[in-house]
Protein backbone atom coordinates (compact mmCIF):
# COMPACT_ATOMS: atom_id res chain seq x y z
CA UNK A 1 0.00 0.00 0.00
CA UNK A 2 1.35 3.61 -0.99
CA UNK A 3 2.13 5.90 2.24
CA UNK A 4 -0.67 8.44 2.57
CA UNK A 5 -0.96 11.64 1.30
CA UNK A 6 -1.07 14.65 3.92
CA UNK A 7 0.43 18.61 3.58
CA UNK A 8 2.27 17.33 6.82
CA UNK A 9 3.36 13.90 5.44
CA UNK A 10 6.82 14.68 3.70
CA UNK A 11 8.38 16.67 6.89
CA UNK A 12 10.37 14.57 9.93
CA UNK A 13 8.82 13.01 12.44
CA UNK A 14 11.20 15.01 14.50
CA UNK A 15 13.37 18.24 13.83
CA UNK A 16 14.59 21.70 14.31
CA UNK A 17 12.72 24.52 13.83
CA UNK A 18 14.54 27.46 11.87
CA UNK A 19 14.54 29.28 14.87
CA UNK A 20 16.08 26.02 16.82
CA UNK A 21 18.46 25.52 14.13
CA UNK A 22 19.60 29.50 14.46
CA UNK A 23 20.04 28.83 18.63
CA UNK A 24 21.99 25.76 18.29
CA UNK A 25 24.22 27.35 15.95
CA UNK A 26 24.64 30.60 18.01
CA UNK A 27 25.47 28.24 20.92
CA UNK A 28 28.33 26.39 19.37
CA UNK A 29 29.99 29.48 18.04
CA UNK A 30 29.38 31.39 21.47
CA UNK A 31 30.70 28.05 23.20
CA UNK A 32 34.19 28.03 20.72
CA UNK A 33 34.72 32.10 21.36
CA UNK A 34 34.20 31.32 25.44
CA UNK A 35 36.96 28.58 25.16
CA UNK A 36 38.75 31.07 22.54
CA UNK A 37 38.66 34.10 24.77
CA UNK A 38 38.45 32.84 27.89
CA UNK A 39 35.19 34.22 29.02
CA UNK A 40 33.06 32.48 31.38
CA UNK A 41 29.84 34.95 30.52
CA UNK A 42 30.07 33.99 26.98
CA UNK A 43 30.16 29.72 28.38
CA UNK A 44 26.85 30.40 29.94
CA UNK A 45 25.12 32.21 27.29
CA UNK A 46 26.16 29.43 24.85
CA UNK A 47 24.90 26.49 26.99
CA UNK A 48 21.85 28.14 27.55
CA UNK A 49 21.19 28.38 23.85
CA UNK A 50 22.61 24.72 23.42
CA UNK A 51 19.85 23.72 26.39
CA UNK A 52 17.03 25.89 24.54
CA UNK A 53 17.63 24.06 21.46
CA UNK A 54 18.42 20.33 22.43
CA UNK A 55 15.17 20.33 25.34
CA UNK A 56 13.00 21.66 22.79
CA UNK A 57 13.88 18.09 20.82
CA UNK A 58 13.70 15.99 24.11
CA UNK A 59 10.27 18.04 25.50
CA UNK A 60 8.63 17.67 22.17
CA UNK A 61 9.39 14.24 22.05
CA UNK A 62 7.85 13.65 25.57
CA UNK A 63 4.70 16.30 24.84
CA UNK A 64 3.08 13.84 22.92
CA UNK A 65 -0.45 14.63 22.95
CA UNK A 66 -2.78 11.33 23.83
CA UNK A 67 -6.03 11.58 21.55
CA UNK A 68 -8.69 9.12 20.22
CA UNK A 69 -10.30 9.81 16.90
CA UNK A 70 -13.84 9.37 15.84
CA UNK A 71 -14.20 9.85 11.89
CA UNK A 72 -17.43 10.12 10.51
CA UNK A 73 -18.32 9.67 6.88
CA UNK A 74 -21.16 11.77 5.18
CA UNK A 75 -22.53 10.32 3.14
CA UNK A 76 -21.21 6.49 4.33
CA UNK A 77 -20.90 5.65 0.41
CA UNK A 78 -19.86 7.94 -2.11
CA UNK A 79 -19.56 7.93 -5.67
CA UNK A 80 -16.26 8.71 -7.74
CA UNK A 81 -16.03 12.07 -8.59
CA UNK A 82 -18.21 14.05 -6.24
CA UNK A 83 -17.67 14.81 -2.41
CA UNK A 84 -17.57 13.58 0.93
CA UNK A 85 -17.54 15.10 4.08
CA UNK A 86 -15.81 13.74 7.10
CA UNK A 87 -16.30 14.70 10.38
CA UNK A 88 -13.80 13.91 13.30
CA UNK A 89 -14.58 13.99 17.23
CA UNK A 90 -10.75 14.21 18.59
CA UNK A 91 -10.93 13.44 22.21
CA UNK A 92 -7.94 14.69 24.62
CA UNK A 93 -7.26 11.44 26.55
CA UNK A 94 -4.08 12.84 28.37
CA UNK A 95 -3.45 14.19 32.08
CA UNK A 96 -2.47 17.76 30.36
CA UNK A 97 -3.97 20.23 27.78
CA UNK A 98 -2.62 19.39 24.38
CA UNK A 99 -0.38 22.15 22.77
CA UNK A 100 -1.49 23.72 19.07
CA UNK A 101 -1.95 21.33 16.65
CA UNK A 102 -1.33 21.47 13.07
CA UNK A 103 -3.14 18.82 11.26
CA UNK A 104 -4.57 16.76 8.33
CA UNK A 105 -5.69 12.90 7.77
CA UNK A 106 -4.06 10.75 5.76
CA UNK A 107 -5.53 9.49 2.16
CA UNK A 108 -4.34 7.07 -0.20
CA UNK A 109 -4.38 9.30 -3.33
CA UNK A 110 -3.15 12.64 -4.74
CA UNK A 111 -5.38 15.48 -3.13
CA UNK A 112 -3.85 18.78 -1.75
CA UNK A 113 -4.46 19.27 1.57
CA UNK A 114 -4.07 22.67 3.84
CA UNK A 115 -2.78 22.03 7.44
CA UNK A 116 -5.04 22.92 9.35
CA UNK A 117 -4.62 24.28 13.32
CA UNK A 118 -6.26 22.72 16.31
CA UNK A 119 -6.16 24.77 19.25
CA UNK A 120 -5.22 23.06 22.32
CA UNK A 121 -7.73 21.07 23.75
CA UNK A 122 -8.30 21.35 27.83
CA UNK A 123 -9.06 18.59 29.93
CA UNK A 124 -12.42 18.43 32.53
CA UNK A 125 -15.76 17.34 31.28
CA UNK A 126 -16.45 15.11 28.47
CA UNK A 127 -17.32 18.07 26.34
CA UNK A 128 -14.29 20.06 27.23
CA UNK A 129 -12.03 17.31 26.01
CA UNK A 130 -13.80 16.76 22.42
CA UNK A 131 -12.77 18.96 19.46
CA UNK A 132 -15.00 18.73 16.23
CA UNK A 133 -13.38 19.07 12.98
CA UNK A 134 -14.63 18.94 9.52
CA UNK A 135 -12.97 18.47 5.93
CA UNK A 136 -14.19 17.54 2.32
CA UNK A 137 -12.20 14.54 0.30
CA UNK A 138 -12.71 14.16 -2.99
CA UNK A 139 -12.08 10.30 -4.43
CA UNK A 140 -11.56 10.68 -8.33
CA UNK A 141 -12.35 6.52 -8.49
CA UNK A 142 -14.08 3.80 -6.99
CA UNK A 143 -12.57 1.89 -4.33
CA UNK A 144 -12.22 1.29 -0.42
CA UNK A 145 -9.65 3.46 0.65
CA UNK A 146 -8.05 4.02 4.02
CA UNK A 147 -8.35 7.36 5.61
CA UNK A 148 -6.39 7.84 8.50
CA UNK A 149 -4.56 8.09 11.16
CA UNK A 150 -4.92 11.81 12.08
CA UNK A 151 -1.61 12.94 11.29
CA UNK A 152 -0.88 15.96 13.86
CA UNK A 153 1.86 18.50 14.20
CA UNK A 154 3.09 20.33 17.42
CA UNK A 155 6.28 21.91 19.11
CA UNK A 156 8.03 23.00 22.16
CA UNK A 157 6.91 25.95 24.32
CA UNK A 158 9.51 27.95 22.78
CA UNK A 159 9.33 26.83 18.90
CA UNK A 160 12.78 25.12 19.16
CA UNK A 161 11.68 21.81 17.41
CA UNK A 162 8.76 20.13 15.77
CA UNK A 163 7.50 16.78 15.61
CA UNK A 164 4.59 14.45 13.83
CA UNK A 165 2.60 12.37 15.56
CA UNK A 166 -0.28 9.49 14.07
CA UNK A 167 -3.29 9.26 15.90
CA UNK A 168 -6.40 7.21 15.93
CA UNK A 169 -6.99 4.54 13.73
CA UNK A 170 -7.82 3.85 9.79
CA UNK A 171 -11.05 3.61 8.19
CA UNK A 172 -12.07 2.53 5.24
CA UNK A 173 -13.88 5.41 2.96
CA UNK A 174 -16.48 3.48 0.14
CA UNK A 175 -16.57 4.79 -3.43
CA UNK A 176 -18.75 3.21 -5.60
CA UNK A 177 -18.39 3.86 -9.84
CA UNK A 178 -20.44 6.89 -10.77
CA UNK A 179 -23.56 5.61 -12.10
CA UNK A 180 -24.68 7.42 -15.85
CA UNK A 181 -28.00 8.02 -16.87
CA UNK A 182 -28.64 6.47 -19.96
CA UNK A 183 -30.35 7.60 -22.36
CA UNK A 184 -33.73 6.42 -23.83
CA UNK A 185 -33.57 3.73 -26.15
CA UNK A 186 -30.16 1.17 -27.16
CA UNK A 187 -30.10 -2.21 -28.18
CA UNK A 188 -32.91 -3.96 -26.32
CA UNK A 189 -35.57 -1.29 -27.99
CA UNK A 190 -34.50 -1.56 -31.63
CA UNK A 191 -34.03 -5.77 -32.04
CA UNK A 192 -36.99 -6.28 -34.20
CA UNK A 193 -36.56 -9.93 -33.35
CA UNK A 194 -34.81 -10.30 -30.02
CA UNK A 195 -35.63 -8.58 -26.61
CA UNK A 196 -38.23 -6.19 -28.20
CA UNK A 197 -40.81 -8.80 -28.68
CA UNK A 198 -39.69 -10.53 -25.72
CA UNK A 199 -40.61 -7.80 -23.74
CA UNK A 200 -44.04 -7.42 -25.43
CA UNK A 201 -44.69 -11.02 -25.30
CA UNK A 202 -43.88 -11.23 -21.93
CA UNK A 203 -45.36 -7.68 -20.29
CA UNK A 204 -48.34 -7.87 -22.49
CA UNK A 205 -49.26 -11.45 -23.67
CA UNK A 206 -51.97 -13.57 -22.28
CA UNK A 207 -51.19 -16.15 -19.19
CA UNK A 208 -50.24 -18.99 -21.65
CA UNK A 209 -47.04 -16.96 -22.51
CA UNK A 210 -45.93 -15.74 -19.16
CA UNK A 211 -46.25 -19.45 -18.01
CA UNK A 212 -44.67 -21.11 -20.53
CA UNK A 213 -41.44 -21.88 -22.80
CA UNK A 214 -40.33 -24.03 -25.83
CA UNK A 215 -40.40 -28.13 -24.78
CA UNK A 216 -36.56 -28.81 -24.45
CA UNK A 217 -34.74 -32.54 -24.50
CA UNK A 218 -35.62 -34.17 -21.43
CA UNK A 219 -38.41 -32.29 -20.16
CA UNK A 220 -41.07 -34.60 -18.82
CA UNK A 221 -44.15 -35.02 -20.74
CA UNK A 222 -46.81 -34.07 -18.04
CA UNK A 223 -45.54 -30.73 -17.97
CA UNK A 224 -46.78 -29.93 -21.70
CA UNK A 225 -48.90 -27.25 -21.90
CA UNK A 226 -51.34 -28.42 -25.13
CA UNK A 227 -53.40 -25.27 -25.74
CA UNK A 228 -50.41 -23.13 -25.86
CA UNK A 229 -48.57 -26.05 -28.15
CA UNK A 230 -51.41 -26.12 -30.65
CA UNK A 231 -51.39 -22.11 -30.78
CA UNK A 232 -47.58 -21.63 -31.15
CA UNK A 233 -47.48 -24.81 -33.24
CA UNK A 234 -44.79 -26.27 -31.37
CA UNK A 235 -44.64 -28.20 -28.07
CA UNK A 236 -44.41 -25.97 -25.19
CA UNK A 237 -43.85 -26.62 -21.46
CA UNK A 238 -45.05 -24.88 -18.29
CA UNK A 239 -42.01 -23.04 -16.86
CA UNK A 240 -40.91 -23.85 -13.00
CA UNK A 241 -41.74 -20.46 -12.14
CA UNK A 242 -43.48 -17.53 -12.84
CA UNK A 243 -41.82 -14.05 -13.60
CA UNK A 244 -43.90 -11.13 -13.95
CA UNK A 245 -40.64 -8.87 -15.45
CA UNK A 246 -38.48 -9.69 -18.42
CA UNK A 247 -34.93 -10.87 -17.81
CA UNK A 248 -31.52 -9.59 -18.88
CA UNK A 249 -28.03 -10.35 -18.42
CA UNK A 250 -25.00 -8.79 -18.45
CA UNK A 251 -21.69 -10.29 -18.73
CA UNK A 252 -18.33 -8.60 -17.66
CA UNK A 253 -15.20 -10.17 -17.83
CA UNK A 254 -13.06 -10.19 -14.33
CA UNK A 255 -10.08 -11.81 -15.63
CA UNK A 256 -6.85 -10.08 -15.40
CA UNK A 257 -5.72 -12.07 -18.95
CA UNK A 258 -8.79 -9.88 -20.82
CA UNK A 259 -6.90 -6.74 -20.06
CA UNK A 260 -3.41 -6.06 -21.45
CA UNK A 261 -3.23 -2.58 -19.84
CA UNK A 262 -3.19 -3.58 -16.05
CA UNK A 263 -0.74 -2.00 -14.18
CA UNK A 264 0.00 -2.80 -10.62
CA UNK A 265 -1.83 -0.37 -7.71
CA UNK A 266 -1.34 0.17 -4.51
CA UNK A 267 -3.28 3.26 -3.93
CA UNK A 268 -6.93 0.79 -3.01
CA UNK A 269 -6.95 -1.79 -0.64
CA UNK A 270 -5.90 -4.45 -0.73
CA UNK A 271 -3.65 -3.82 -4.04
CA UNK A 272 -4.84 -5.02 -7.27
CA UNK A 273 -3.62 -4.75 -10.53
CA UNK A 274 -5.73 -1.45 -12.29
CA UNK A 275 -7.21 -1.05 -15.46
CA UNK A 276 -8.44 1.71 -17.26
CA UNK A 277 -10.26 -0.45 -19.82
CA UNK A 278 -11.53 -2.67 -16.59
CA UNK A 279 -12.68 0.92 -14.19
CA UNK A 280 -14.98 1.79 -18.00
CA UNK A 281 -16.10 -1.63 -17.98
CA UNK A 282 -17.46 -1.45 -14.20
CA UNK A 283 -18.92 2.17 -14.70
CA UNK A 284 -20.68 0.80 -17.60
CA UNK A 285 -22.05 -2.72 -15.84
CA UNK A 286 -22.55 -0.30 -12.92
CA UNK A 287 -24.96 2.45 -15.14
CA UNK A 288 -26.51 -0.24 -17.43
CA UNK A 289 -27.50 -2.22 -14.22
CA UNK A 290 -29.49 0.24 -13.13
CA UNK A 291 -30.61 1.38 -16.39
CA UNK A 292 -32.08 -2.03 -16.88
CA UNK A 293 -33.41 -2.25 -13.54
CA UNK A 294 -35.33 1.06 -13.87
CA UNK A 295 -36.76 0.10 -17.20
CA UNK A 296 -38.18 -3.27 -15.38
CA UNK A 297 -35.84 -5.75 -16.60
CA UNK A 298 -34.50 -8.58 -13.99
CA UNK A 299 -31.18 -7.93 -14.26
CA UNK A 300 -28.65 -11.33 -13.76
CA UNK A 301 -24.74 -10.22 -13.28
CA UNK A 302 -22.21 -13.03 -14.93
CA UNK A 303 -18.36 -12.88 -14.17
CA UNK A 304 -15.93 -14.50 -15.88
CA UNK A 305 -14.41 -15.03 -12.72
CA UNK A 306 -15.48 -15.66 -9.40
CA UNK A 307 -18.36 -14.16 -8.51
CA UNK A 308 -17.47 -10.90 -6.67
CA UNK A 309 -20.75 -8.91 -7.51
CA UNK A 310 -23.87 -8.85 -5.18
CA UNK A 311 -26.75 -9.27 -7.64
CA UNK A 312 -29.80 -6.43 -7.71
CA UNK A 313 -32.24 -8.03 -4.59
CA UNK A 314 -36.17 -8.45 -5.57
CA UNK A 315 -38.34 -5.40 -5.99
CA UNK A 316 -39.66 -5.80 -2.68
CA UNK A 317 -36.41 -4.91 -1.05
CA UNK A 318 -36.58 -1.50 -2.37
CA UNK A 319 -33.87 1.09 -3.07
CA UNK A 320 -31.16 -1.00 -0.78
CA UNK A 321 -31.07 -3.77 -3.37
CA UNK A 322 -29.77 -1.77 -5.51
CA UNK A 323 -27.21 0.15 -3.17
CA UNK A 324 -25.91 -3.16 -1.98
CA UNK A 325 -25.12 -3.84 -5.88
CA UNK A 326 -23.29 -0.49 -6.21
CA UNK A 327 -21.37 -1.07 -3.21
CA UNK A 328 -20.20 -4.62 -4.05
CA UNK A 329 -18.77 -2.93 -7.29
CA UNK A 330 -16.53 -0.84 -4.81
CA UNK A 331 -14.10 -3.86 -4.37
CA UNK A 332 -14.47 -5.79 -8.06
CA UNK A 333 -10.88 -6.44 -8.90
CA UNK A 334 -9.42 -7.98 -11.48
CA UNK A 335 -8.43 -11.88 -10.35
CA UNK A 336 -5.40 -13.73 -12.05
CA UNK A 337 -5.63 -16.73 -10.23
CA UNK A 338 -7.26 -19.70 -12.86
CA UNK A 339 -10.50 -19.86 -12.53
CA UNK A 340 -13.01 -22.52 -14.67
CA UNK A 341 -15.57 -20.69 -16.49
CA UNK A 342 -19.46 -21.06 -15.34
CA UNK A 343 -21.77 -23.13 -16.69
CA UNK A 344 -24.14 -21.35 -18.91
CA UNK A 345 -27.53 -21.27 -17.57
CA UNK A 346 -29.93 -23.54 -19.40
CA UNK A 347 -32.65 -20.93 -18.83
CA UNK A 348 -31.10 -18.24 -19.30
CA UNK A 349 -33.53 -15.84 -21.59
CA UNK A 350 -33.56 -12.23 -22.75
CA UNK A 351 -31.13 -9.69 -24.34
CA UNK A 352 -27.44 -10.61 -23.21
CA UNK A 353 -25.12 -7.55 -23.07
CA UNK A 354 -21.65 -8.36 -22.88
CA UNK A 355 -18.70 -5.93 -21.45
CA UNK A 356 -15.20 -7.20 -22.59
CA UNK A 357 -11.59 -5.26 -23.43
CA UNK A 358 -9.53 -8.03 -25.17
CA UNK A 359 -11.00 -11.60 -23.84
CA UNK A 360 -8.94 -14.93 -25.40
CA UNK A 361 -10.21 -17.34 -27.07
CA UNK A 362 -12.27 -19.81 -24.47
CA UNK A 363 -13.95 -16.80 -22.63
CA UNK A 364 -15.03 -15.49 -26.33
CA UNK A 365 -16.62 -19.16 -26.55
CA UNK A 366 -18.26 -19.04 -23.43
CA UNK A 367 -19.60 -16.03 -23.66
CA UNK A 368 -21.36 -16.36 -27.47
CA UNK A 369 -22.71 -19.62 -25.27
CA UNK A 370 -24.57 -16.80 -22.72
CA UNK A 371 -27.43 -15.82 -25.66
CA UNK A 372 -29.31 -17.79 -26.36
CA UNK A 373 -31.00 -17.94 -30.50
CA UNK A 374 -33.61 -15.63 -31.34
CA UNK A 375 -32.45 -13.58 -28.25
CA UNK A 376 -30.98 -9.83 -28.83
CA UNK A 377 -27.29 -9.77 -27.74
CA UNK A 378 -25.29 -6.77 -27.60
CA UNK A 379 -21.17 -6.39 -26.58
CA UNK A 380 -19.81 -3.86 -25.49
CA UNK A 381 -16.12 -3.67 -27.26
CA UNK A 382 -13.01 -1.65 -25.12
CA UNK A 383 -10.17 -2.26 -27.59
CA UNK A 384 -11.11 -5.89 -28.78
CA UNK A 385 -9.00 -7.62 -31.13
CA UNK A 386 -10.07 -7.34 -34.63
CA UNK A 387 -10.79 -11.79 -34.67
CA UNK A 388 -12.90 -11.48 -31.65
CA UNK A 389 -14.99 -8.88 -32.99
CA UNK A 390 -15.95 -10.42 -35.91
CA UNK A 391 -16.58 -13.22 -34.14
CA UNK A 392 -19.24 -11.94 -32.44
CA UNK A 393 -20.45 -10.21 -35.43
CA UNK A 394 -21.18 -13.45 -37.44
CA UNK A 395 -23.25 -15.14 -34.46
CA UNK A 396 -25.53 -12.04 -34.67
CA UNK A 397 -24.29 -9.77 -32.04
CA UNK A 398 -24.54 -6.23 -32.42
CA UNK A 399 -20.48 -5.00 -31.92
CA UNK A 400 -20.15 -1.60 -30.11
CA UNK A 401 -16.58 -0.03 -29.74
CA UNK A 402 -15.38 1.76 -27.35
CA UNK A 403 -12.89 3.43 -25.43
CA UNK A 404 -12.07 3.88 -21.58
CA UNK A 405 -12.13 7.88 -22.15
CA UNK A 406 -15.62 7.64 -24.13
CA UNK A 407 -18.64 9.34 -22.74
CA UNK A 408 -20.68 5.98 -21.10
CA UNK A 409 -24.32 7.95 -22.51
CA UNK A 410 -22.49 8.33 -25.72
CA UNK A 411 -21.35 4.67 -26.55
CA UNK A 412 -25.20 3.79 -25.43
CA UNK A 413 -26.64 6.47 -27.64
CA UNK A 414 -24.13 5.40 -30.52
CA UNK A 415 -25.76 1.96 -30.57
CA UNK A 416 -29.24 3.09 -30.72
CA UNK A 417 -28.33 4.52 -34.71
CA UNK A 418 -27.97 3.22 -38.22
CA UNK A 419 -24.50 4.54 -37.34
CA UNK A 420 -23.51 2.44 -34.50
CA UNK A 421 -24.54 -0.77 -35.87
CA UNK A 422 -22.05 -0.11 -38.85
CA UNK A 423 -19.32 1.90 -37.13
CA UNK A 424 -19.50 1.04 -33.72
CA UNK A 425 -19.23 4.31 -30.96
CA UNK A 426 -16.64 6.70 -32.09
Not at 55 to 67: A, M, N, S, V
Not at 357 to 386: C, H, K, N, T, Y
Request: aromatic share 6%; net charge neutral; glycine share 8%.
Amino acid sequence: MSEPTSSLRRSRSLRLTVRGWATLVAGVIVFVLAYTLGRRELLVVACLALLLSLGGLLITRLRRPKLDVIRLFSPPVVAAGSSAQVTLRVYNAGSVTTPTLRWNDAIPWRERQEAHELDPIRIGSAKARTAVLHYELHPHRRGLFPIGPLVVEYSDPFGMARTLSACGDVDRLTVVPAVTQLPVGGPILIDGDGAAQLVQRRAVGNDDDLTTREYRSGDALRRVHWRASARHGELMVRQEEHRSHPDARIVIDTRLAGYPDAVPDAENWPPAPHSDAFEWAVRMLASLAVHLDEAGFRVDVVETATPQVEQIGERWEGGQRVESFLTSLAAVRLLDRHHELPAVAADAVGPTFAILAQPDAEAVDWVLRQRRPGQSGAVFAIGMSMDSRERFADAGWLCVDANPWDDIADVWRSSATEAGYIRGAH
